[in-house]
């Protein structure tokens, strides 16, 4: 039975396996027809779900068991925070792909001057804190396997008959096969993300298959269990929490702490968060959609863990077991095979994207600093060193996760929530690293430094060395009466806080360390100039958003061959030439102070190509190999910044006034079309029909002069205008009386008016003192008011004249169709003919009203027009005095 | 034979509509697109000359109105706008037009075109 059974169980997961490269496969094949199927917020938020690996499947429910609600902290962490990404989240995946950042320890050395030594710091202790996580994937995978065929799961094997040896080894190849594709990290890892998704798909899907299952079948449903869990003293406890005890809620804030940093910085999230993120705007789904996936996961937590006490009363089943044990003792073989699958779906992801994560790190941070400092590299040949960094990348996969089986079998012996929770802890480390350089411009590279190595220290006293306790290296003295028997320098109990768990009590301290080191070591170090510039490229990200290039800040000589050769070290001949040619095009209209500064532009766009194969600190190290760079000052540094702003500034005016002259252009050349149309074709008839009445021929010609009169008045329009817009209009001030200009321009339209049978009122109410104006200009905004007016007005036009002690005003008003109220400021533009517009503007009130506004904005006063008591008013008031 | 010319310009109308009568064609003529659309009501129009640029309706919904009405399906649509863009002469056609002239325009051109759109054959 149990031989058949684990033939079962092998096949299974062996299918599984292929299922999953075949799901991987296709999506890798579907992204090169250009049809992405990762590119859905659905499947981003899915893949974030590597959040829950098999603490989630097994962990939670021994904790449940035993504690009651605190295991919900490392998810409420997350949850609550998640609106922040808005702004955390998207600010860090805006800087990583301007500045082709693929992972945590890129990010931190970046950000603090490209360093290699502060990127080396974060990979090594990345890698202590994660690999012992995915030792504990390995182990739920075996162990799992064992309680499934019912052996038991605490007999070590030999490696060669160890089923998860033979798991890491088909996870070694899937992550190098999926992962470590192509040199270039722009280019997203669509297989290996789609398959990421499925599986938290599937590991949803199998736990709430065998929750309903315990919780509806073995028992009648929820009232049923938590009944009779009340019955119970112990377990009733579990369901409550002490709200009075302060010691716990610290201890649940700091978890909480610890959880939402980890589901932002823990190297698989990271990777899954900003490095496979397709679009910005995937983020406003995941942001409930993620928490959402939390809180339907866990929906049977608490009741499978009332369960499995109910069930098993005394037995001494292990409680993280729970969950494969309950449908095992009911001989539900089925049920127990699809949770197995669940849980091993929910660690093969985690096993699968940390492993890939780490060695990114390693490869970016570790091993080419290494390279390139011992100059090893002339020992490949001059080739393809792409291919080499390929290969480093694959075999960090390999070693990292040789180190975790070596770890599981060599050392691992804690229950599973735990190690989880240390690893927490470790990368809250980074917390303030990270957000600090977000938000403070300030902060350094010593300040991270000092802050991220006090923090580990605390972190590995507080929590490793006790585990080396455990294991007999260190003295059990150590724990109860502290260091050199000093006892305040207990690993439990530092400082005297007494009462709190291992896990909160060390994030306290070293989150407590950290940060002050941080900030007091950033006060008083100084920046470099590159960390200088690279503090503001992170703080004001947005603001140097479409300006990476001109925003980076480098001096020296640099010749663009020497830097095609070295990208096409890594990247295809073709592929570089093309980059080159897109960097040519993108500057091509854009002003330069000089040769130099373009240099620099291409230094730079050169660094960030290579950055998505080597990470940025290697890429800086290989072109500062084949450049001369010269030492700038900080204040170099910010004036250069400065003008990269102005010349930002003065480009995008540059293009909009290009713009807006180029429509100016297509709209007069279309107006001027009108008249000769009308002239070419009155004089063609002239000239074919010489025998026309004379009267009509007359009246032909008498057209054609006119519309020659109106092209005339078109273009001195436009003459005029162009003056005054380039200030070269002259305007005679003298002292007339408003009333009388006035007066004059109605005089003028007299005719008009009273042919068209309007009805007319003129009221001069203003004061007859003498203000100062331009008469004929001011006449001309009058006439230009008049004749608007006779061609709207229905029945009736009004002039009106006001003044108060500083201004006066001239309205007309007509009872006409009016203005709309979104186009009232719009009818004063110089040309009102949108491209797609088919609705024409009143003939002649095009430029008139352009003119009439320049008029009077240069005499200090204001035009407009509204509704007044059903008439259209269009005004215009002057100052009294100039 | 009759035919319709819409334009908001007095002087095209005048040029258009001496042209037209010259050749023996009854003419209405509309100076906006509500009086266009009147005049497809009342008359048995077989041509129209089309205006694109006009103050109330333009010439692309009066050319839509005519493909839609039955009664009018055999009303030829003849664009002449200053709108002088590959674009924009597409879009004519699309909407339906049967040609599209741009302006200026040479008298010779349209009236060769009108002849041909309204002879016996084209009917």
């Known amino acids: 039975m149990k031989v058949a059974l684990s033939i079962v169980v092998v096949i299974l997961s062996l299918l599984y396996l292929i299922l999953l490269f075949g799901l991987a496969y296709l999506a890798e094949r579907k992204a090169e027809s250009q049809r992405s199927i990762i590119n859905s917020p659905y499947i981003y938020a899915l893949s974030l779900a590597v959040y829950c690996t098999a603490w989630t499947y097994y962990g939670s429910v021994g904790r449940a068991s035993k504690t009651g609600l605190d295991f919900l902290l490392i998810y409420l962490g997350p949850t609550l925070s998640a609106p922040l990404w808005w702004f955390v989240i998207r600010k860090i995946i805006r800087i990583a792909k301007i500045q082709n950042i693929t992972n945590i320890a890129d990010l931190i050395a970046t950000r603090y001057g490209k360093n290699a030594l502060l990127g080396g710091v974060v990979t090594i202790f990345s890698v202590l804190g994660i690999i012992p996580y995915i030792s504990l994937q390995l182990k739920a995978i075996s162990e799992s396997f064992a309680i499934t065929i019912s052996e038991n799961p605490n007999i070590t094997k030999p490696v060669y008959i160890d089923y998860a040896f033979y798991i890491t080894l088909a996870l070694a190849l899937f992550t190098i096969y999926f992962g470590t594709r192509q040199l270039d990290l722009n280019r997203k890892n669509e297989g290996m993300v789609f398959a990421i998704a499925f599986e938290s798909v599937f590991k949803l899907w199998a736990f709430l298959l065998v929750g309903g299952y315990i919780t509806f079948f073995m028992f009648d449903g929820f009232t049923d269990i938590f009944q009779k869990a009340f019955a119970k003293e112990e377990l009733k406890n579990l369901l409550f929490v002490d709200t009075s005890d302060a010691n716990k809620a610290l201890e649940w804030f700091l978890i909480g702490l610890a959880s939402m940093f980890a589901v932002m910085f823990l190297p698989r999230q990271f990777q899954m968060l900003v490095a496979e993120n397709k679009q910005e705007k995937h983020l406003e789904k995941a942001i409930w959609l993620f928490p959402l996936y939390l809180l339907v996961i866990n929906i049977f937590v608490i009741p499978i863990a009332l369960a499995g006490k109910l069930f098993f009363k005394e037995a001494n089943i292990d409680a993280d077991t729970y969950v494969l044990a309950l449908p095992l003792a009911n001989e539900q073989y089925v049920v127990a095979l699809v949770t197995y699958l669940g849980g091993f779906a929910a660690a093969t992801s985690m096993v699968i994207v940390a492993s890939l994560a780490l060695s990114l790190m390693l490869t970016n941070n570790f091993f080419i600093p290494i390279i390139l400092h011992f100059e090893l590299a002339k020992y490949f040949r001059d080739k393809q060193w792409g291919k080499w960094v390929l290969y480093i990348r694959r075999a960090s996969i390999v070693l990292v996760l040789i180190l975790a089986y070596a770890y599981l079998h060599f050392i691992l012996n804690t229950p599973l929530v735990s190690i989880g929770l240390v690893s927490f802890v470790a990368v809250s480390q980074f917390a303030p690293a990270i957000i600090g350089g977000l938000y403070w411009k300030e902060a350094t590279r010593k300040g991270a430094m000092a802050g991220i190595l006090a923090g580990f220290a605390v972190w590995a006293y507080t929590l490793v060395l006790p585990t080396l306790v455990a294991n007999g290296t260190f003295s059990e003295k150590i724990l109860s009466e502290g260091l050199w028997g000093i006892a305040w320098l207990k690993p439990y109990a530092l400082f005297g806080l007494q009462d709190l768990e291992p896990v909160s009590h060390s994030l306290f301290w070293s989150l407590l360390f950290n940060v002050l080191a941080y900030v007091a070591v950033s006060v008083y170090s100084s920046q470099s100039p590159q960390e200088r510039n690279q503090a503001e490229l992170f703080v004001d990200v947005f603001k140097y958003a479409d300006a990476y290039e001109e925003a980076v800040v480098w001096k020296g000589i640099a010749h663009k061959a020497d830097l095609e050769n070295l990208l096409s070290r890594f990247l295809e001949k073709e592929k570089v030439r093309n980059l080159l040619a897109e960097f040519e095009q993108e500057n091509k209209g854009k002003l330069f102070e000089n040769e130099q500064e373009r240099n620099a532009k291409l230094v730079k766009y050169a660094e960030k190509i290579l950055a998505s194969a080597v990470g940025s600190t290697s890429a800086r190290i290989l072109v500062a190999s084949v450049v001369q760079e010269e030492e700038l000052s900080q204040e170099e540094v910010i004036k250069i910044l400065k003008e990269a702003q102005e010349l930002k500034k003065i480009n995008f005016e540059l293009k909009k006034a290009d713009r807006l002259k180029n429509e100016f252009i297509s709209t007069v050349t279309h107006e001027l079309k009108t008249p000769i149309t009308s002239i070419r074709s009155m004089s063609e008839i002239l000239y074919e029909n010489p025998d026309l009445p004379e009267e009509q021929k007359r009246h032909f010609l008498q057209t054609v002069i006119s519309e020659t009169e109106r092209m005339e008045r078109l273009i001195n329009q436009v003459l005029d205008l162009e003056r005054f817009e380039s200030g070269k209009q002259k305007l005679y001030f003298a002292k007339y009386q408003i009333n009388q200009i006035v007066q004059e321009a109605v005089e003028i339209y007299l005719g008009v008016i009273s042919e068209k049978k309007f009805k007319f009122n003129v009221n001069l109410k203003a004061e007859n003192e003498f203000i100062e104006f331009d008469k004929d200009r001011i006449l001309q905004v009058v006439l230009n008011f008049l004749s608007n007016a006779v061609k709207f007005a229905q029945k009736e036009i009004i002039v009106e004249t006001n003044s108060n002690g500083r201004y006066t005003q001239v309205a007309v008003f007509d009872d006409g169709k009016g203005v709309p109220a979104e186009l009232r400021e719009a009818i004063f533009e110089k040309f009102f003919q949108a491209e797609n517009q088919t609705i024409r503007k009143p003939k002649g009130s095009g430029l008139g009203l352009a003119i009439s506004k320049k008029i009077i904005q240069y005499h200090k006063g204001n035009i407009g027009v509204e509704r007044k008591e059903g008439l259209t008013k269009f005004y215009f008031t002057l100052p009294n005095t100039q | 034979?009759?035919?319709?010319?819409?334009?908001?310009?007095?002087?095209?109308?005048?040029?258009?509509?001496?042209?037209?009568?010259?050749?023996?064609?009854?003419?209405?003529?509309?100076?906006?697109?509500?009086?266009?659309?009147?005049?497809?009501?009342?008359?048995?129009?077989?041509?129209?000359?089309?205006?694109?640029?006009?103050?109330?309706?333009?010439?692309?919904?009066?050319?839509?109105?005519?493909?839609?009405?039955?009664?009018?399906?055999?009303?030829?649509?003849?664009?002449?706008?200053?709108?002088?863009?590959?674009?924009?002469?597409?879009?004519?056609?699309?909407?339906?037009a049967d040609f599209y002239i741009t302006k200026p325009f040479s008298n010779k051109a349209i009236v060769t075109k009108v002849k041909e759109l309204l002879s016996p054959i084209n009917s």
């Open chain 2, 1 to 96: 034979m009759k035919i319709l010319i819409v334009d908001d310009e007095p002087n095209i109308l005048m040029s258009l509509d001496f042209l037209m009568r010259k050749e023996g064609y009854e003419v209405f003529v509309a100076r906006n697109g509500t009086e266009a659309l009147e005049s497809l009501a009342q008359n048995q129009l077989d041509l129209v000359l089309l205006d694109i640029m006009m103050p109330d309706v333009d010439g692309y919904e009066i050319c839509k109105h005519i493909r839609q009405t039955p009664e009018l399906e055999h009303c030829k649509v003849i664009f002449i706008s200053a709108k002088s863009k590959e674009s924009d002469i597409q879009k004519g056609y699309e909407i339906g």
